[in-house]
């Protein structure tokens, strides 16, 4: 199995007027290893005792993660040597646990923050209000890449697909002064966008754009904003109409509106425009980048997937030519749910060995107890059980059962079955380690189907880890121009240094909406 160090450090950035051979061999390696382990990868952990997952792994595998504590699964995952005696672990595991970790495109950010993400100090309070720190941390990294791309396209016309409550869009015009058009399939969200826009403006011209001043400390370094906000279009992105016709009618429906990215020839008015979806949904984001692949109107896309158990297959995935032809390509509901786990997460509950890792084997225990009660019912969806690590299994189950129209009275919760069950929980643990292992290998090979797309269309584009995967694991941004990506790129990763995200003191927090 080969495989060759991304170009350009951690972006793996290519011109169209390139070799393909790098991102087709690693795609080819990854589905090589995927069909490898085919079992472990369309494993799901609440069957862990109904299919008796354990037993179907080496016996030498069963022996070393049946001794790891947590932390030790966190070095597996790829964490820090938490230092001590380890397991002694297989080599065929060693190499397994290597090989995975080689072919996922890296997800971690030179110079992140050392600790989550508080309110931040580089995003204008009123751009913060009703704005968690997570969204803030990405709004205003998804926006200075496309303020790159602004400029090195000359196009100031944005397009947001799928823009929600409209933070991202707010940024763009108010914070950037980018003519933004939010377009969003939910009318409710694009009401509420709306009414944040104008809860805006208001305060904007009691203050004249300024931030507040500070009562002691250094200046902010947030610009002033400007007067003007998006436009908002109510409307879905559907991703197999012809170019010219994707815009739907939102639920619930409202007076159709013009495309805002016009027809086959271009916009409507003639003007180019740059089009980005942040964490755009399922088949969404492959809908984005048919629509540039066909529309001349549209001079570069920034794309950030996710939900991608959502996907179509086809159309949503496999998108190249390449990938759709590599025997064994296939990836199941299962495994493509699996690229929409936050590993980084998980090893620091690891690392830590935080309660919450009793929740899988919880769940496991009670679809043990379903399927006792009702054989025919399985992964019934019970829904998340607030704070289950805090409860006993007696109580997580009364709560969960009736969800799947069982009654707890008639099913014992507290017999000599289920105690031997819940004695397993390291078990579990260390099954789920070894799924996760194979979660960022999907999301590469979905991604890197999709730059190849693009790439066998002669488009220069690259895939960035732009966000902090530690709080926000979807963070690869998929970005694409019909002119080279050079100067967009350069110095991204470095150009906040350190202090990305910085906690705002109390006088400094969003004020309050009126």
């Not at 049946?66 to 190499?95: E, H, K, N, Y």
């Not at 992140?112 to 969204?135: D, F, G, I, M, Q």
């Not at 940024?171 to 058009?181: H, I, K, Y």
Request: glycine share 10%.
């Amino acid at each position: 199995m080969t495989s060759h160090p991304p170009p350009q450090g951690s972006t793996m950035a290519a011109s169209p007027h390139g070799p393909l051979q790098w991102e087709q061999q690693r795609a080819a390696d990854i589905v090589r290893l995927l069909s490898l382990y085919r079992p472990l990868l369309d494993a799901c952990v609440i069957d862990f005792f109904t299919e008796g997952l354990w037993a179907q792994l080496p016996p030498p595998w069963q022996t070393a993660l049946g001794s790891a504590p947590p932390p030790q699964l966190a070095r597996l995952l790829g964490g820090p040597d938490p230092g001590g005696p380890g397991p002694l672990w297989p080599l065929s595991l060693l190499a397994f646990a290597a090989a995975s970790r080689a072919l996922s495109f890296p997800r971690g950010r030179p110079g992140a923050a050392p600790r989550p993400p508080c309110h931040s100090r580089r995003l204008h309070p009123l751009l913060r209000r009703h704005v968690k720190p997570k969204k803030q941390h990405e709004i205003r990294r998804l926006g200075k890449l496309l303020q790159r791309l602004s400029q090195a396209t000359g196009c100031t016309r944005m397009v947001d697909v799928g823009a929600g409550q409209g933070h991202l869009s707010r940024f763009l015009a108010f914070g950037l002064g980018l003519s933004v058009t939010a377009v969003e399939g939910d009318g409710r969200l694009a009401t509420a966008a709306e009414r944040f826009d104008r809860e805006l403006l208001r305060e904007l011209h009691k203050t004249g754009g300024a931030p507040p001043q500070r009562r002691r400390g250094p200046p902010r370094p947030c610009s002033p904003l400007t007067p003007r906000g998006p436009q908002h279009i109510p409307g879905r992105l559907d991703p197999v109409l012809p170019w010219g016709e994707f815009l739907l009618p939102p639920d619930p429906p409202a007076p159709a509106a013009r495309n805002p990215l016009g027809g086959p020839g271009g916009a409507a008015d003639g003007a180019r425009v740059l089009v980005t979806g942040l964490h755009a949904c399922g088949d969404l984001s492959p809908a984005l980048l048919r629509h540039f692949a066909r529309s001349p109107s549209v001079a570069a896309v920034a794309s950030v997937g996710c939900c991608y158990m959502k996907l179509s297959t086809p159309p949503g995935y496999p998108l190249s030519s390449w990938v759709s032809a590599l025997p064994g390509h296939e990836l199941s509901y299962r495994a493509r749910e699996s690229a929409c786990h936050a590993l980084e997460q998980y090893r620091g509950r690891l690392g830590g060995g935080s309660p919450r890792l009793r929740a899988h084997c919880y769940r496991a225990v009670l679809e043990t107890l379903i399927r006792g009660a009702r054989p025919g019912l399985r992964r019934p969806g019970v829904q998340t059980v607030k704070k289950a690590h805090a409860l006993s299994f007696p109580q997580y189950a009364r709560l969960g059962l009736p969800r799947v129209g069982l009654d707890p009275a008639s099913i014992p919760l507290d017999s000599d079955a289920v105690g031997t069950m819940l004695e397993q929980q390291h078990k579990v643990v260390a099954f789920f380690s070894l799924t996760l292992l194979l979660a960022p290998l999907v999301e590469t090979l979905i991604l890197l189907d999709r730059l190849l797309y693009l790439r066998e269309r002669g488009f220069h584009c690259a895939l960035v880890p732009l966000f902090d995967p530690r709080f926000s694991p979807r963070n690869l941004v998929l970005v694409a121009a019909r002119c080279p990506l050079g100067t967009v790129l350069a110095g991204l990763e470095d150009e906040d240094g350190s202090n990305d995200e910085a906690e705002s003191p109390p006088e400094e927090q969003s004020p309050p909406a009126q």
